[in-house]
């Protein structure tokens, strides 16, 4: 029977639950709270019904830890047990700063049990219309981002479901905001894309500001030509022509590339984790793939593996790298970030010196540009897809969208000239 206990404004209710297997009894506790606007009589009945409530679910199995448990203690229990195992270390650092910084604060003091739809749609609204504070100004966060909230809550509650902690996931009855879908990707036509690399191979110069000499004259500004290195052309190109992610160009090695037959092996990612750069498997089957290159870029790779080389033995015992195609000074892994600071450099000194600038895109716009010039090509969307490592060809229809729409209106002209013409024939 139920041990009924009061504790302060509360009562404690307590039922055995069998024995450990130390032999030791197994105590369940649950908390009630009487409701001020009844009266001692409903109070009473009600504490009744709750301890006969509590002890039926402890004794027929029914009853579950969520009951007790907050998603703020869950919450770490689910990074441990289940984020740890089953996730990318990229992913976990998100989770994190997601539940640290947006969730926790809003539902973290809540038991399991305790979730309701409607505190859900309250944190998503409340996402969407308040949002986050920016150089003093309010914003809201995009649905992508509410989204992304939502995928995690689900995540960790549904896993909750089938630890048996609580036996539905609120998620299940929530909408998170509808994200819109872009109606294009940035990236470069085609002839910003020639006009981008042959800035590669454009000299540029530097003004140097006349420094104050020992005696407090000004010694005169003076100017350096210089070039893009060598190993950024090949970034910049392989990221054009092999339409290859940031990590996975970071992560290239030499064995990679494959002159005879003029591909380039991506089997690796480079990522930024709180611990540093890290170096792993691809998180997909699909990404895991071989590019063929055009025969002009596999030259430029060549050039720049002999450029390499020279360099290495220069360096002597100063080489700290390893077999790694983009490296830092010592011969070590390039900076994962380092080539989107030389992208926007490239393309600043770009629009410095021409009228008809270049559009600010990123580093990935060069993924895009890839797959939309092989699109406009008529490239069919299968290749597409295999080339750009997607594991769906849904996926490469989605974010091509628009420049499968542009295909479609000139598969349609083409139709209708053909028809054309051969009406003119006949007359």
């Not at 047990?81 to 650092?93: D, G, L, P, W």
């Not at 539902?107 to 969407?128: N, V």
């Not at 819109?180 to 454009?202: I, R």
């Not at 002999?306 to 002597?316: C, F």
Request: some cysteine; overall charge positive.
């Amino acid at each position: 029977m139920a041990s009924i206990r009061k504790r302060g404004k509360s009562y404690q209710i307590t039922v055995s639950n069998g024995r450990d297997i130390h032999d030791r009894q197994i105590l369940e506790t649950a908390t009630w709270t009487p409701d001020p606007s009844k009266t001692e009589k409903q109070n009473q009945k009600a504490l009744d019904r709750f301890a006969m409530d509590f002890e039926d679910k402890v004794k027929s199995g029914k009853y579950l830890k969520g009951e007790k448990m907050t998603y703020k203690e869950y919450s770490a229990l689910w990074l441990s047990e289940y984020a740890e195992k089953q996730m990318e270390r990229t992913s976990i650092e998100r989770c994190e700063n997601s539940l640290n910084n947006i969730i926790l604060p809003a539902i973290g003091h809540l038991r399991l049990s305790e979730i309701q739809p409607l505190h859900l749609t309250r944190l998503y609204s409340g996402l969407a219309e308040h949002g986050y504070t920016k150089n003093g100004k309010q914003k809201p966060y995009s649905a992508r981002t509410i989204k992304r909230i939502h995928q995690i809550i689900s995540s960790s509650l549904n896993t909750a479901v089938y630890w048996q902690l609580i036996e539905s996931s609120p998620c299940q009855r929530v909408k998170p905001p509808k994200v819109e879908k872009q109606a294009d990707v940035k990236h470069f036509t085609l002839e910003q894309a020639k006009a981008f690399l042959n800035q590669l191979d454009t000299p540029y110069t530097v003004a140097h500001w006349g420094r104050t000499k020992k005696d407090g004259s000004e010694s005169r500004k003076h100017y350096e030509e210089k070039e893009i290195p060598l190993q950024f052309k090949v970034l910049f190109h392989l990221a054009v022509f092999g339409g290859f992610r940031r990590g996975e160009l970071a992560a290239l090695t030499w064995d990679d590339i494959d002159f005879q037959n003029l591909t380039v092996t991506i089997n690796k990612a480079s990522a930024r984790t709180k611990d540093g750069i890290i170096t792993k498997a691809p998180k997909t089957f699909s990404s895991n793939r071989t590019v063929t290159l055009p025969a002009s870029t596999m030259k430029l790779i060549q050039k720049y593996k002999a450029e390499q080389q020279r360099y290495r033995l220069s360096l002597g015992t100063y080489w700290k790298g390893s077999n790694y195609l983009f490296i830092q000074d010592d011969g070590k892994q390039m900076d994962i970030s380092t080539p989107n600071k030389v992208f926007k450099k490239v393309i600043r000194i770009y629009n410095e010196t021409h009228e008809d600038k270049l559009p600010e895109i990123t580093l990935h716009g060069l993924r895009h540009t890839s797959a939309t010039l092989l699109i406009a090509q008529n490239v069919d969307i299968k290749t597409v897809s295999n080339r750009l490592g997607h594991s769906e060809t849904s996926t490469t229809m989605d974010i091509y969208a628009h420049a499968l729409q542009k295909q479609d209106e000139l598969a349609a002209e083409s139709l209708g000239e053909l028809f054309a013409t051969k009406k003119q024939k006949k007359c």
